[in-house]
Protein backbone atom coordinates (compact mmCIF):
# COMPACT_ATOMS: atom_id res chain seq x y z
CA UNK A 1 0.00 0.00 0.00
CA UNK A 2 1.30 3.42 -1.05
CA UNK A 3 0.53 5.30 1.67
CA UNK A 4 2.26 2.98 4.25
CA UNK A 5 5.44 3.58 2.30
CA UNK A 6 4.78 7.34 2.28
CA UNK A 7 4.02 7.13 6.09
CA UNK A 8 7.16 5.87 6.95
CA UNK A 9 9.06 8.16 5.24
CA UNK A 10 7.74 10.88 6.63
CA UNK A 11 8.30 9.85 10.41
CA UNK A 12 5.34 11.81 10.93
CA UNK A 13 3.76 9.45 13.06
CA UNK A 14 1.08 11.43 15.10
CA UNK A 15 1.25 10.18 18.35
CA UNK A 16 5.09 11.08 18.51
CA UNK A 17 3.67 14.62 17.38
CA UNK A 18 1.58 14.72 20.80
CA UNK A 19 -1.69 14.25 18.85
CA UNK A 20 -4.50 12.06 20.37
CA UNK A 21 -4.16 8.33 20.31
CA UNK A 22 -7.12 6.98 17.81
CA UNK A 23 -8.77 3.17 17.52
CA UNK A 24 -6.86 0.57 18.10
CA UNK A 25 -3.60 2.56 19.43
CA UNK A 26 -5.87 3.15 22.38
CA UNK A 27 -5.22 0.18 23.56
CA UNK A 28 -2.17 -1.27 22.33
CA UNK A 29 0.14 1.32 23.84
CA UNK A 30 1.67 1.00 27.27
CA UNK A 31 -0.69 3.80 28.71
CA UNK A 32 -3.63 2.87 31.40
CA UNK A 33 -7.38 3.11 29.87
CA UNK A 34 -10.13 3.66 32.93
CA UNK A 35 -13.27 2.75 32.07
CA UNK A 36 -16.11 4.14 33.50
CA UNK A 37 -19.95 3.13 33.31
CA UNK A 38 -22.70 5.11 34.17
CA UNK A 39 -26.28 4.83 33.00
CA UNK A 40 -26.43 5.71 29.12
CA UNK A 41 -22.69 6.53 28.98
CA UNK A 42 -19.27 4.51 29.04
CA UNK A 43 -16.05 6.36 29.62
CA UNK A 44 -12.86 5.30 28.51
CA UNK A 45 -10.03 7.35 29.93
CA UNK A 46 -6.72 7.34 28.73
CA UNK A 47 -3.31 8.40 30.78
CA UNK A 48 -2.01 9.92 27.56
CA UNK A 49 -2.27 13.63 27.34
CA UNK A 50 -5.65 12.95 29.53
CA UNK A 51 -7.61 11.80 26.10
CA UNK A 52 -10.94 10.32 26.65
CA UNK A 53 -13.53 8.14 24.52
CA UNK A 54 -17.28 8.98 25.02
CA UNK A 55 -19.14 5.47 23.92
CA UNK A 56 -23.10 5.53 24.33
CA UNK A 57 -25.22 2.94 25.62
CA UNK A 58 -28.61 4.96 25.65
CA UNK A 59 -29.92 2.99 22.79
CA UNK A 60 -29.13 6.08 20.26
CA UNK A 61 -28.43 5.19 16.86
CA UNK A 62 -25.20 6.76 15.38
CA UNK A 63 -25.72 9.07 13.41
CA UNK A 64 -25.49 9.94 9.69
CA UNK A 65 -23.32 13.04 9.32
CA UNK A 66 -21.20 12.99 12.69
CA UNK A 67 -18.36 15.73 13.39
CA UNK A 68 -15.18 14.14 12.26
CA UNK A 69 -12.95 13.34 15.02
CA UNK A 70 -10.05 11.39 16.25
CA UNK A 71 -11.92 8.67 18.31
CA UNK A 72 -14.91 8.71 16.20
CA UNK A 73 -19.00 8.68 17.63
CA UNK A 74 -19.44 5.34 19.22
CA UNK A 75 -23.22 3.55 20.48
CA UNK A 76 -23.21 0.53 22.15
CA UNK A 77 -25.31 -2.38 23.45
CA UNK A 78 -24.76 -5.73 25.21
CA UNK A 79 -25.17 -9.10 23.32
CA UNK A 80 -25.19 -11.36 26.45
CA UNK A 81 -21.51 -10.63 28.05
CA UNK A 82 -20.21 -8.97 24.63
CA UNK A 83 -20.61 -5.15 24.63
CA UNK A 84 -20.72 -4.43 20.84
CA UNK A 85 -19.52 -0.68 20.11
CA UNK A 86 -20.15 0.54 16.42
CA UNK A 87 -18.10 3.74 15.42
CA UNK A 88 -18.12 6.24 12.77
CA UNK A 89 -17.42 9.63 12.44
CA UNK A 90 -13.37 9.61 12.61
CA UNK A 91 -11.42 11.94 10.96
CA UNK A 92 -9.36 11.76 7.49
CA UNK A 93 -5.53 10.78 7.66
CA UNK A 94 -5.92 8.57 10.95
CA UNK A 95 -3.14 6.28 11.90
CA UNK A 96 -4.14 2.68 13.36
CA UNK A 97 -0.53 1.64 14.24
CA UNK A 98 3.40 2.95 14.34
CA UNK A 99 3.12 1.74 10.62
CA UNK A 100 0.90 4.26 9.75
CA UNK A 101 -2.01 1.72 8.48
CA UNK A 102 -5.01 4.31 7.82
CA UNK A 103 -8.54 4.90 8.96
CA UNK A 104 -10.34 6.98 7.11
CA UNK A 105 -13.71 9.23 7.27
CA UNK A 106 -15.19 6.41 5.47
CA UNK A 107 -14.66 3.86 8.18
CA UNK A 108 -17.13 2.36 10.19
CA UNK A 109 -15.81 0.16 13.10
CA UNK A 110 -17.38 -2.64 15.48
CA UNK A 111 -15.40 -3.90 18.38
CA UNK A 112 -16.51 -6.49 20.81
CA UNK A 113 -15.33 -6.28 24.50
CA UNK A 114 -15.82 -9.05 26.38
CA UNK A 115 -14.03 -10.34 29.96
CA UNK A 116 -13.60 -14.33 29.76
CA UNK A 117 -11.96 -14.30 33.00
CA UNK A 118 -11.09 -11.81 36.13
CA UNK A 119 -7.80 -10.33 34.36
CA UNK A 120 -8.38 -9.96 30.75
CA UNK A 121 -10.17 -7.99 28.44
CA UNK A 122 -10.79 -9.70 24.56
CA UNK A 123 -11.32 -6.76 21.99
CA UNK A 124 -12.57 -7.89 18.79
CA UNK A 125 -12.97 -5.30 16.02
CA UNK A 126 -13.55 -5.12 12.44
CA UNK A 127 -12.88 -2.25 10.72
CA UNK A 128 -14.73 -1.77 7.06
CA UNK A 129 -13.29 1.58 5.53
CA UNK A 130 -14.00 1.49 2.10
CA UNK A 131 -11.50 4.44 1.31
CA UNK A 132 -8.31 2.54 2.18
CA UNK A 133 -9.62 -1.21 2.02
CA UNK A 134 -11.49 -3.51 -0.78
CA UNK A 135 -13.21 -5.11 2.09
CA UNK A 136 -14.07 -5.22 5.70
CA UNK A 137 -11.13 -7.09 7.93
CA UNK A 138 -10.55 -7.77 11.80
CA UNK A 139 -8.55 -7.95 14.41
CA UNK A 140 -8.34 -9.42 18.07
CA UNK A 141 -6.31 -7.44 20.94
CA UNK A 142 -6.06 -8.78 24.32
CA UNK A 143 -5.50 -6.84 27.06
CA UNK A 144 -4.65 -7.51 31.12
CA UNK A 145 -6.84 -5.67 33.12
CA UNK A 146 -5.01 -3.58 35.78
CA UNK A 147 -7.45 -3.19 39.14
CA UNK A 148 -7.21 -1.00 41.63
CA UNK A 149 -4.61 1.44 40.08
CA UNK A 150 -4.98 4.88 39.73
CA UNK A 151 -4.53 7.19 36.66
CA UNK A 152 -0.77 9.12 35.86
CA UNK A 153 -0.16 12.35 34.13
CA UNK A 154 1.44 11.99 31.43
CA UNK A 155 1.44 15.14 28.90
CA UNK A 156 3.17 15.09 25.41
CA UNK A 157 3.16 18.83 24.67
CA UNK A 158 2.87 20.22 21.07
CA UNK A 159 6.48 20.95 19.65
CA UNK A 160 7.57 18.47 21.15
CA UNK A 161 11.77 17.83 19.99
CA UNK A 162 11.75 14.06 20.83
CA UNK A 163 10.37 13.06 17.46
CA UNK A 164 14.04 13.14 15.75
CA UNK A 165 14.97 10.31 18.13
CA UNK A 166 12.25 8.08 17.24
CA UNK A 167 12.43 5.11 15.04
CA UNK A 168 9.31 3.69 13.72
CA UNK A 169 9.59 0.03 12.98
Not at 35 to 51: C, D, H, K, P, W
Request: with cysteine.
Amino acid sequence: MEILKQRKASGLDPHVQCLPSNFPRFFTLPHVVKFVQTRGLLILMNEYNASYRQIFTDGRPLPEDPQPSWNGYSTAKWQGDTLVVETNGFRDGLWMDMVGTPLTSEARVTERFRRPNFGTLEIEATVNDPKSYTRPWSMKMVDKIVLDTELIDEVCLENEKSVQHMKTP
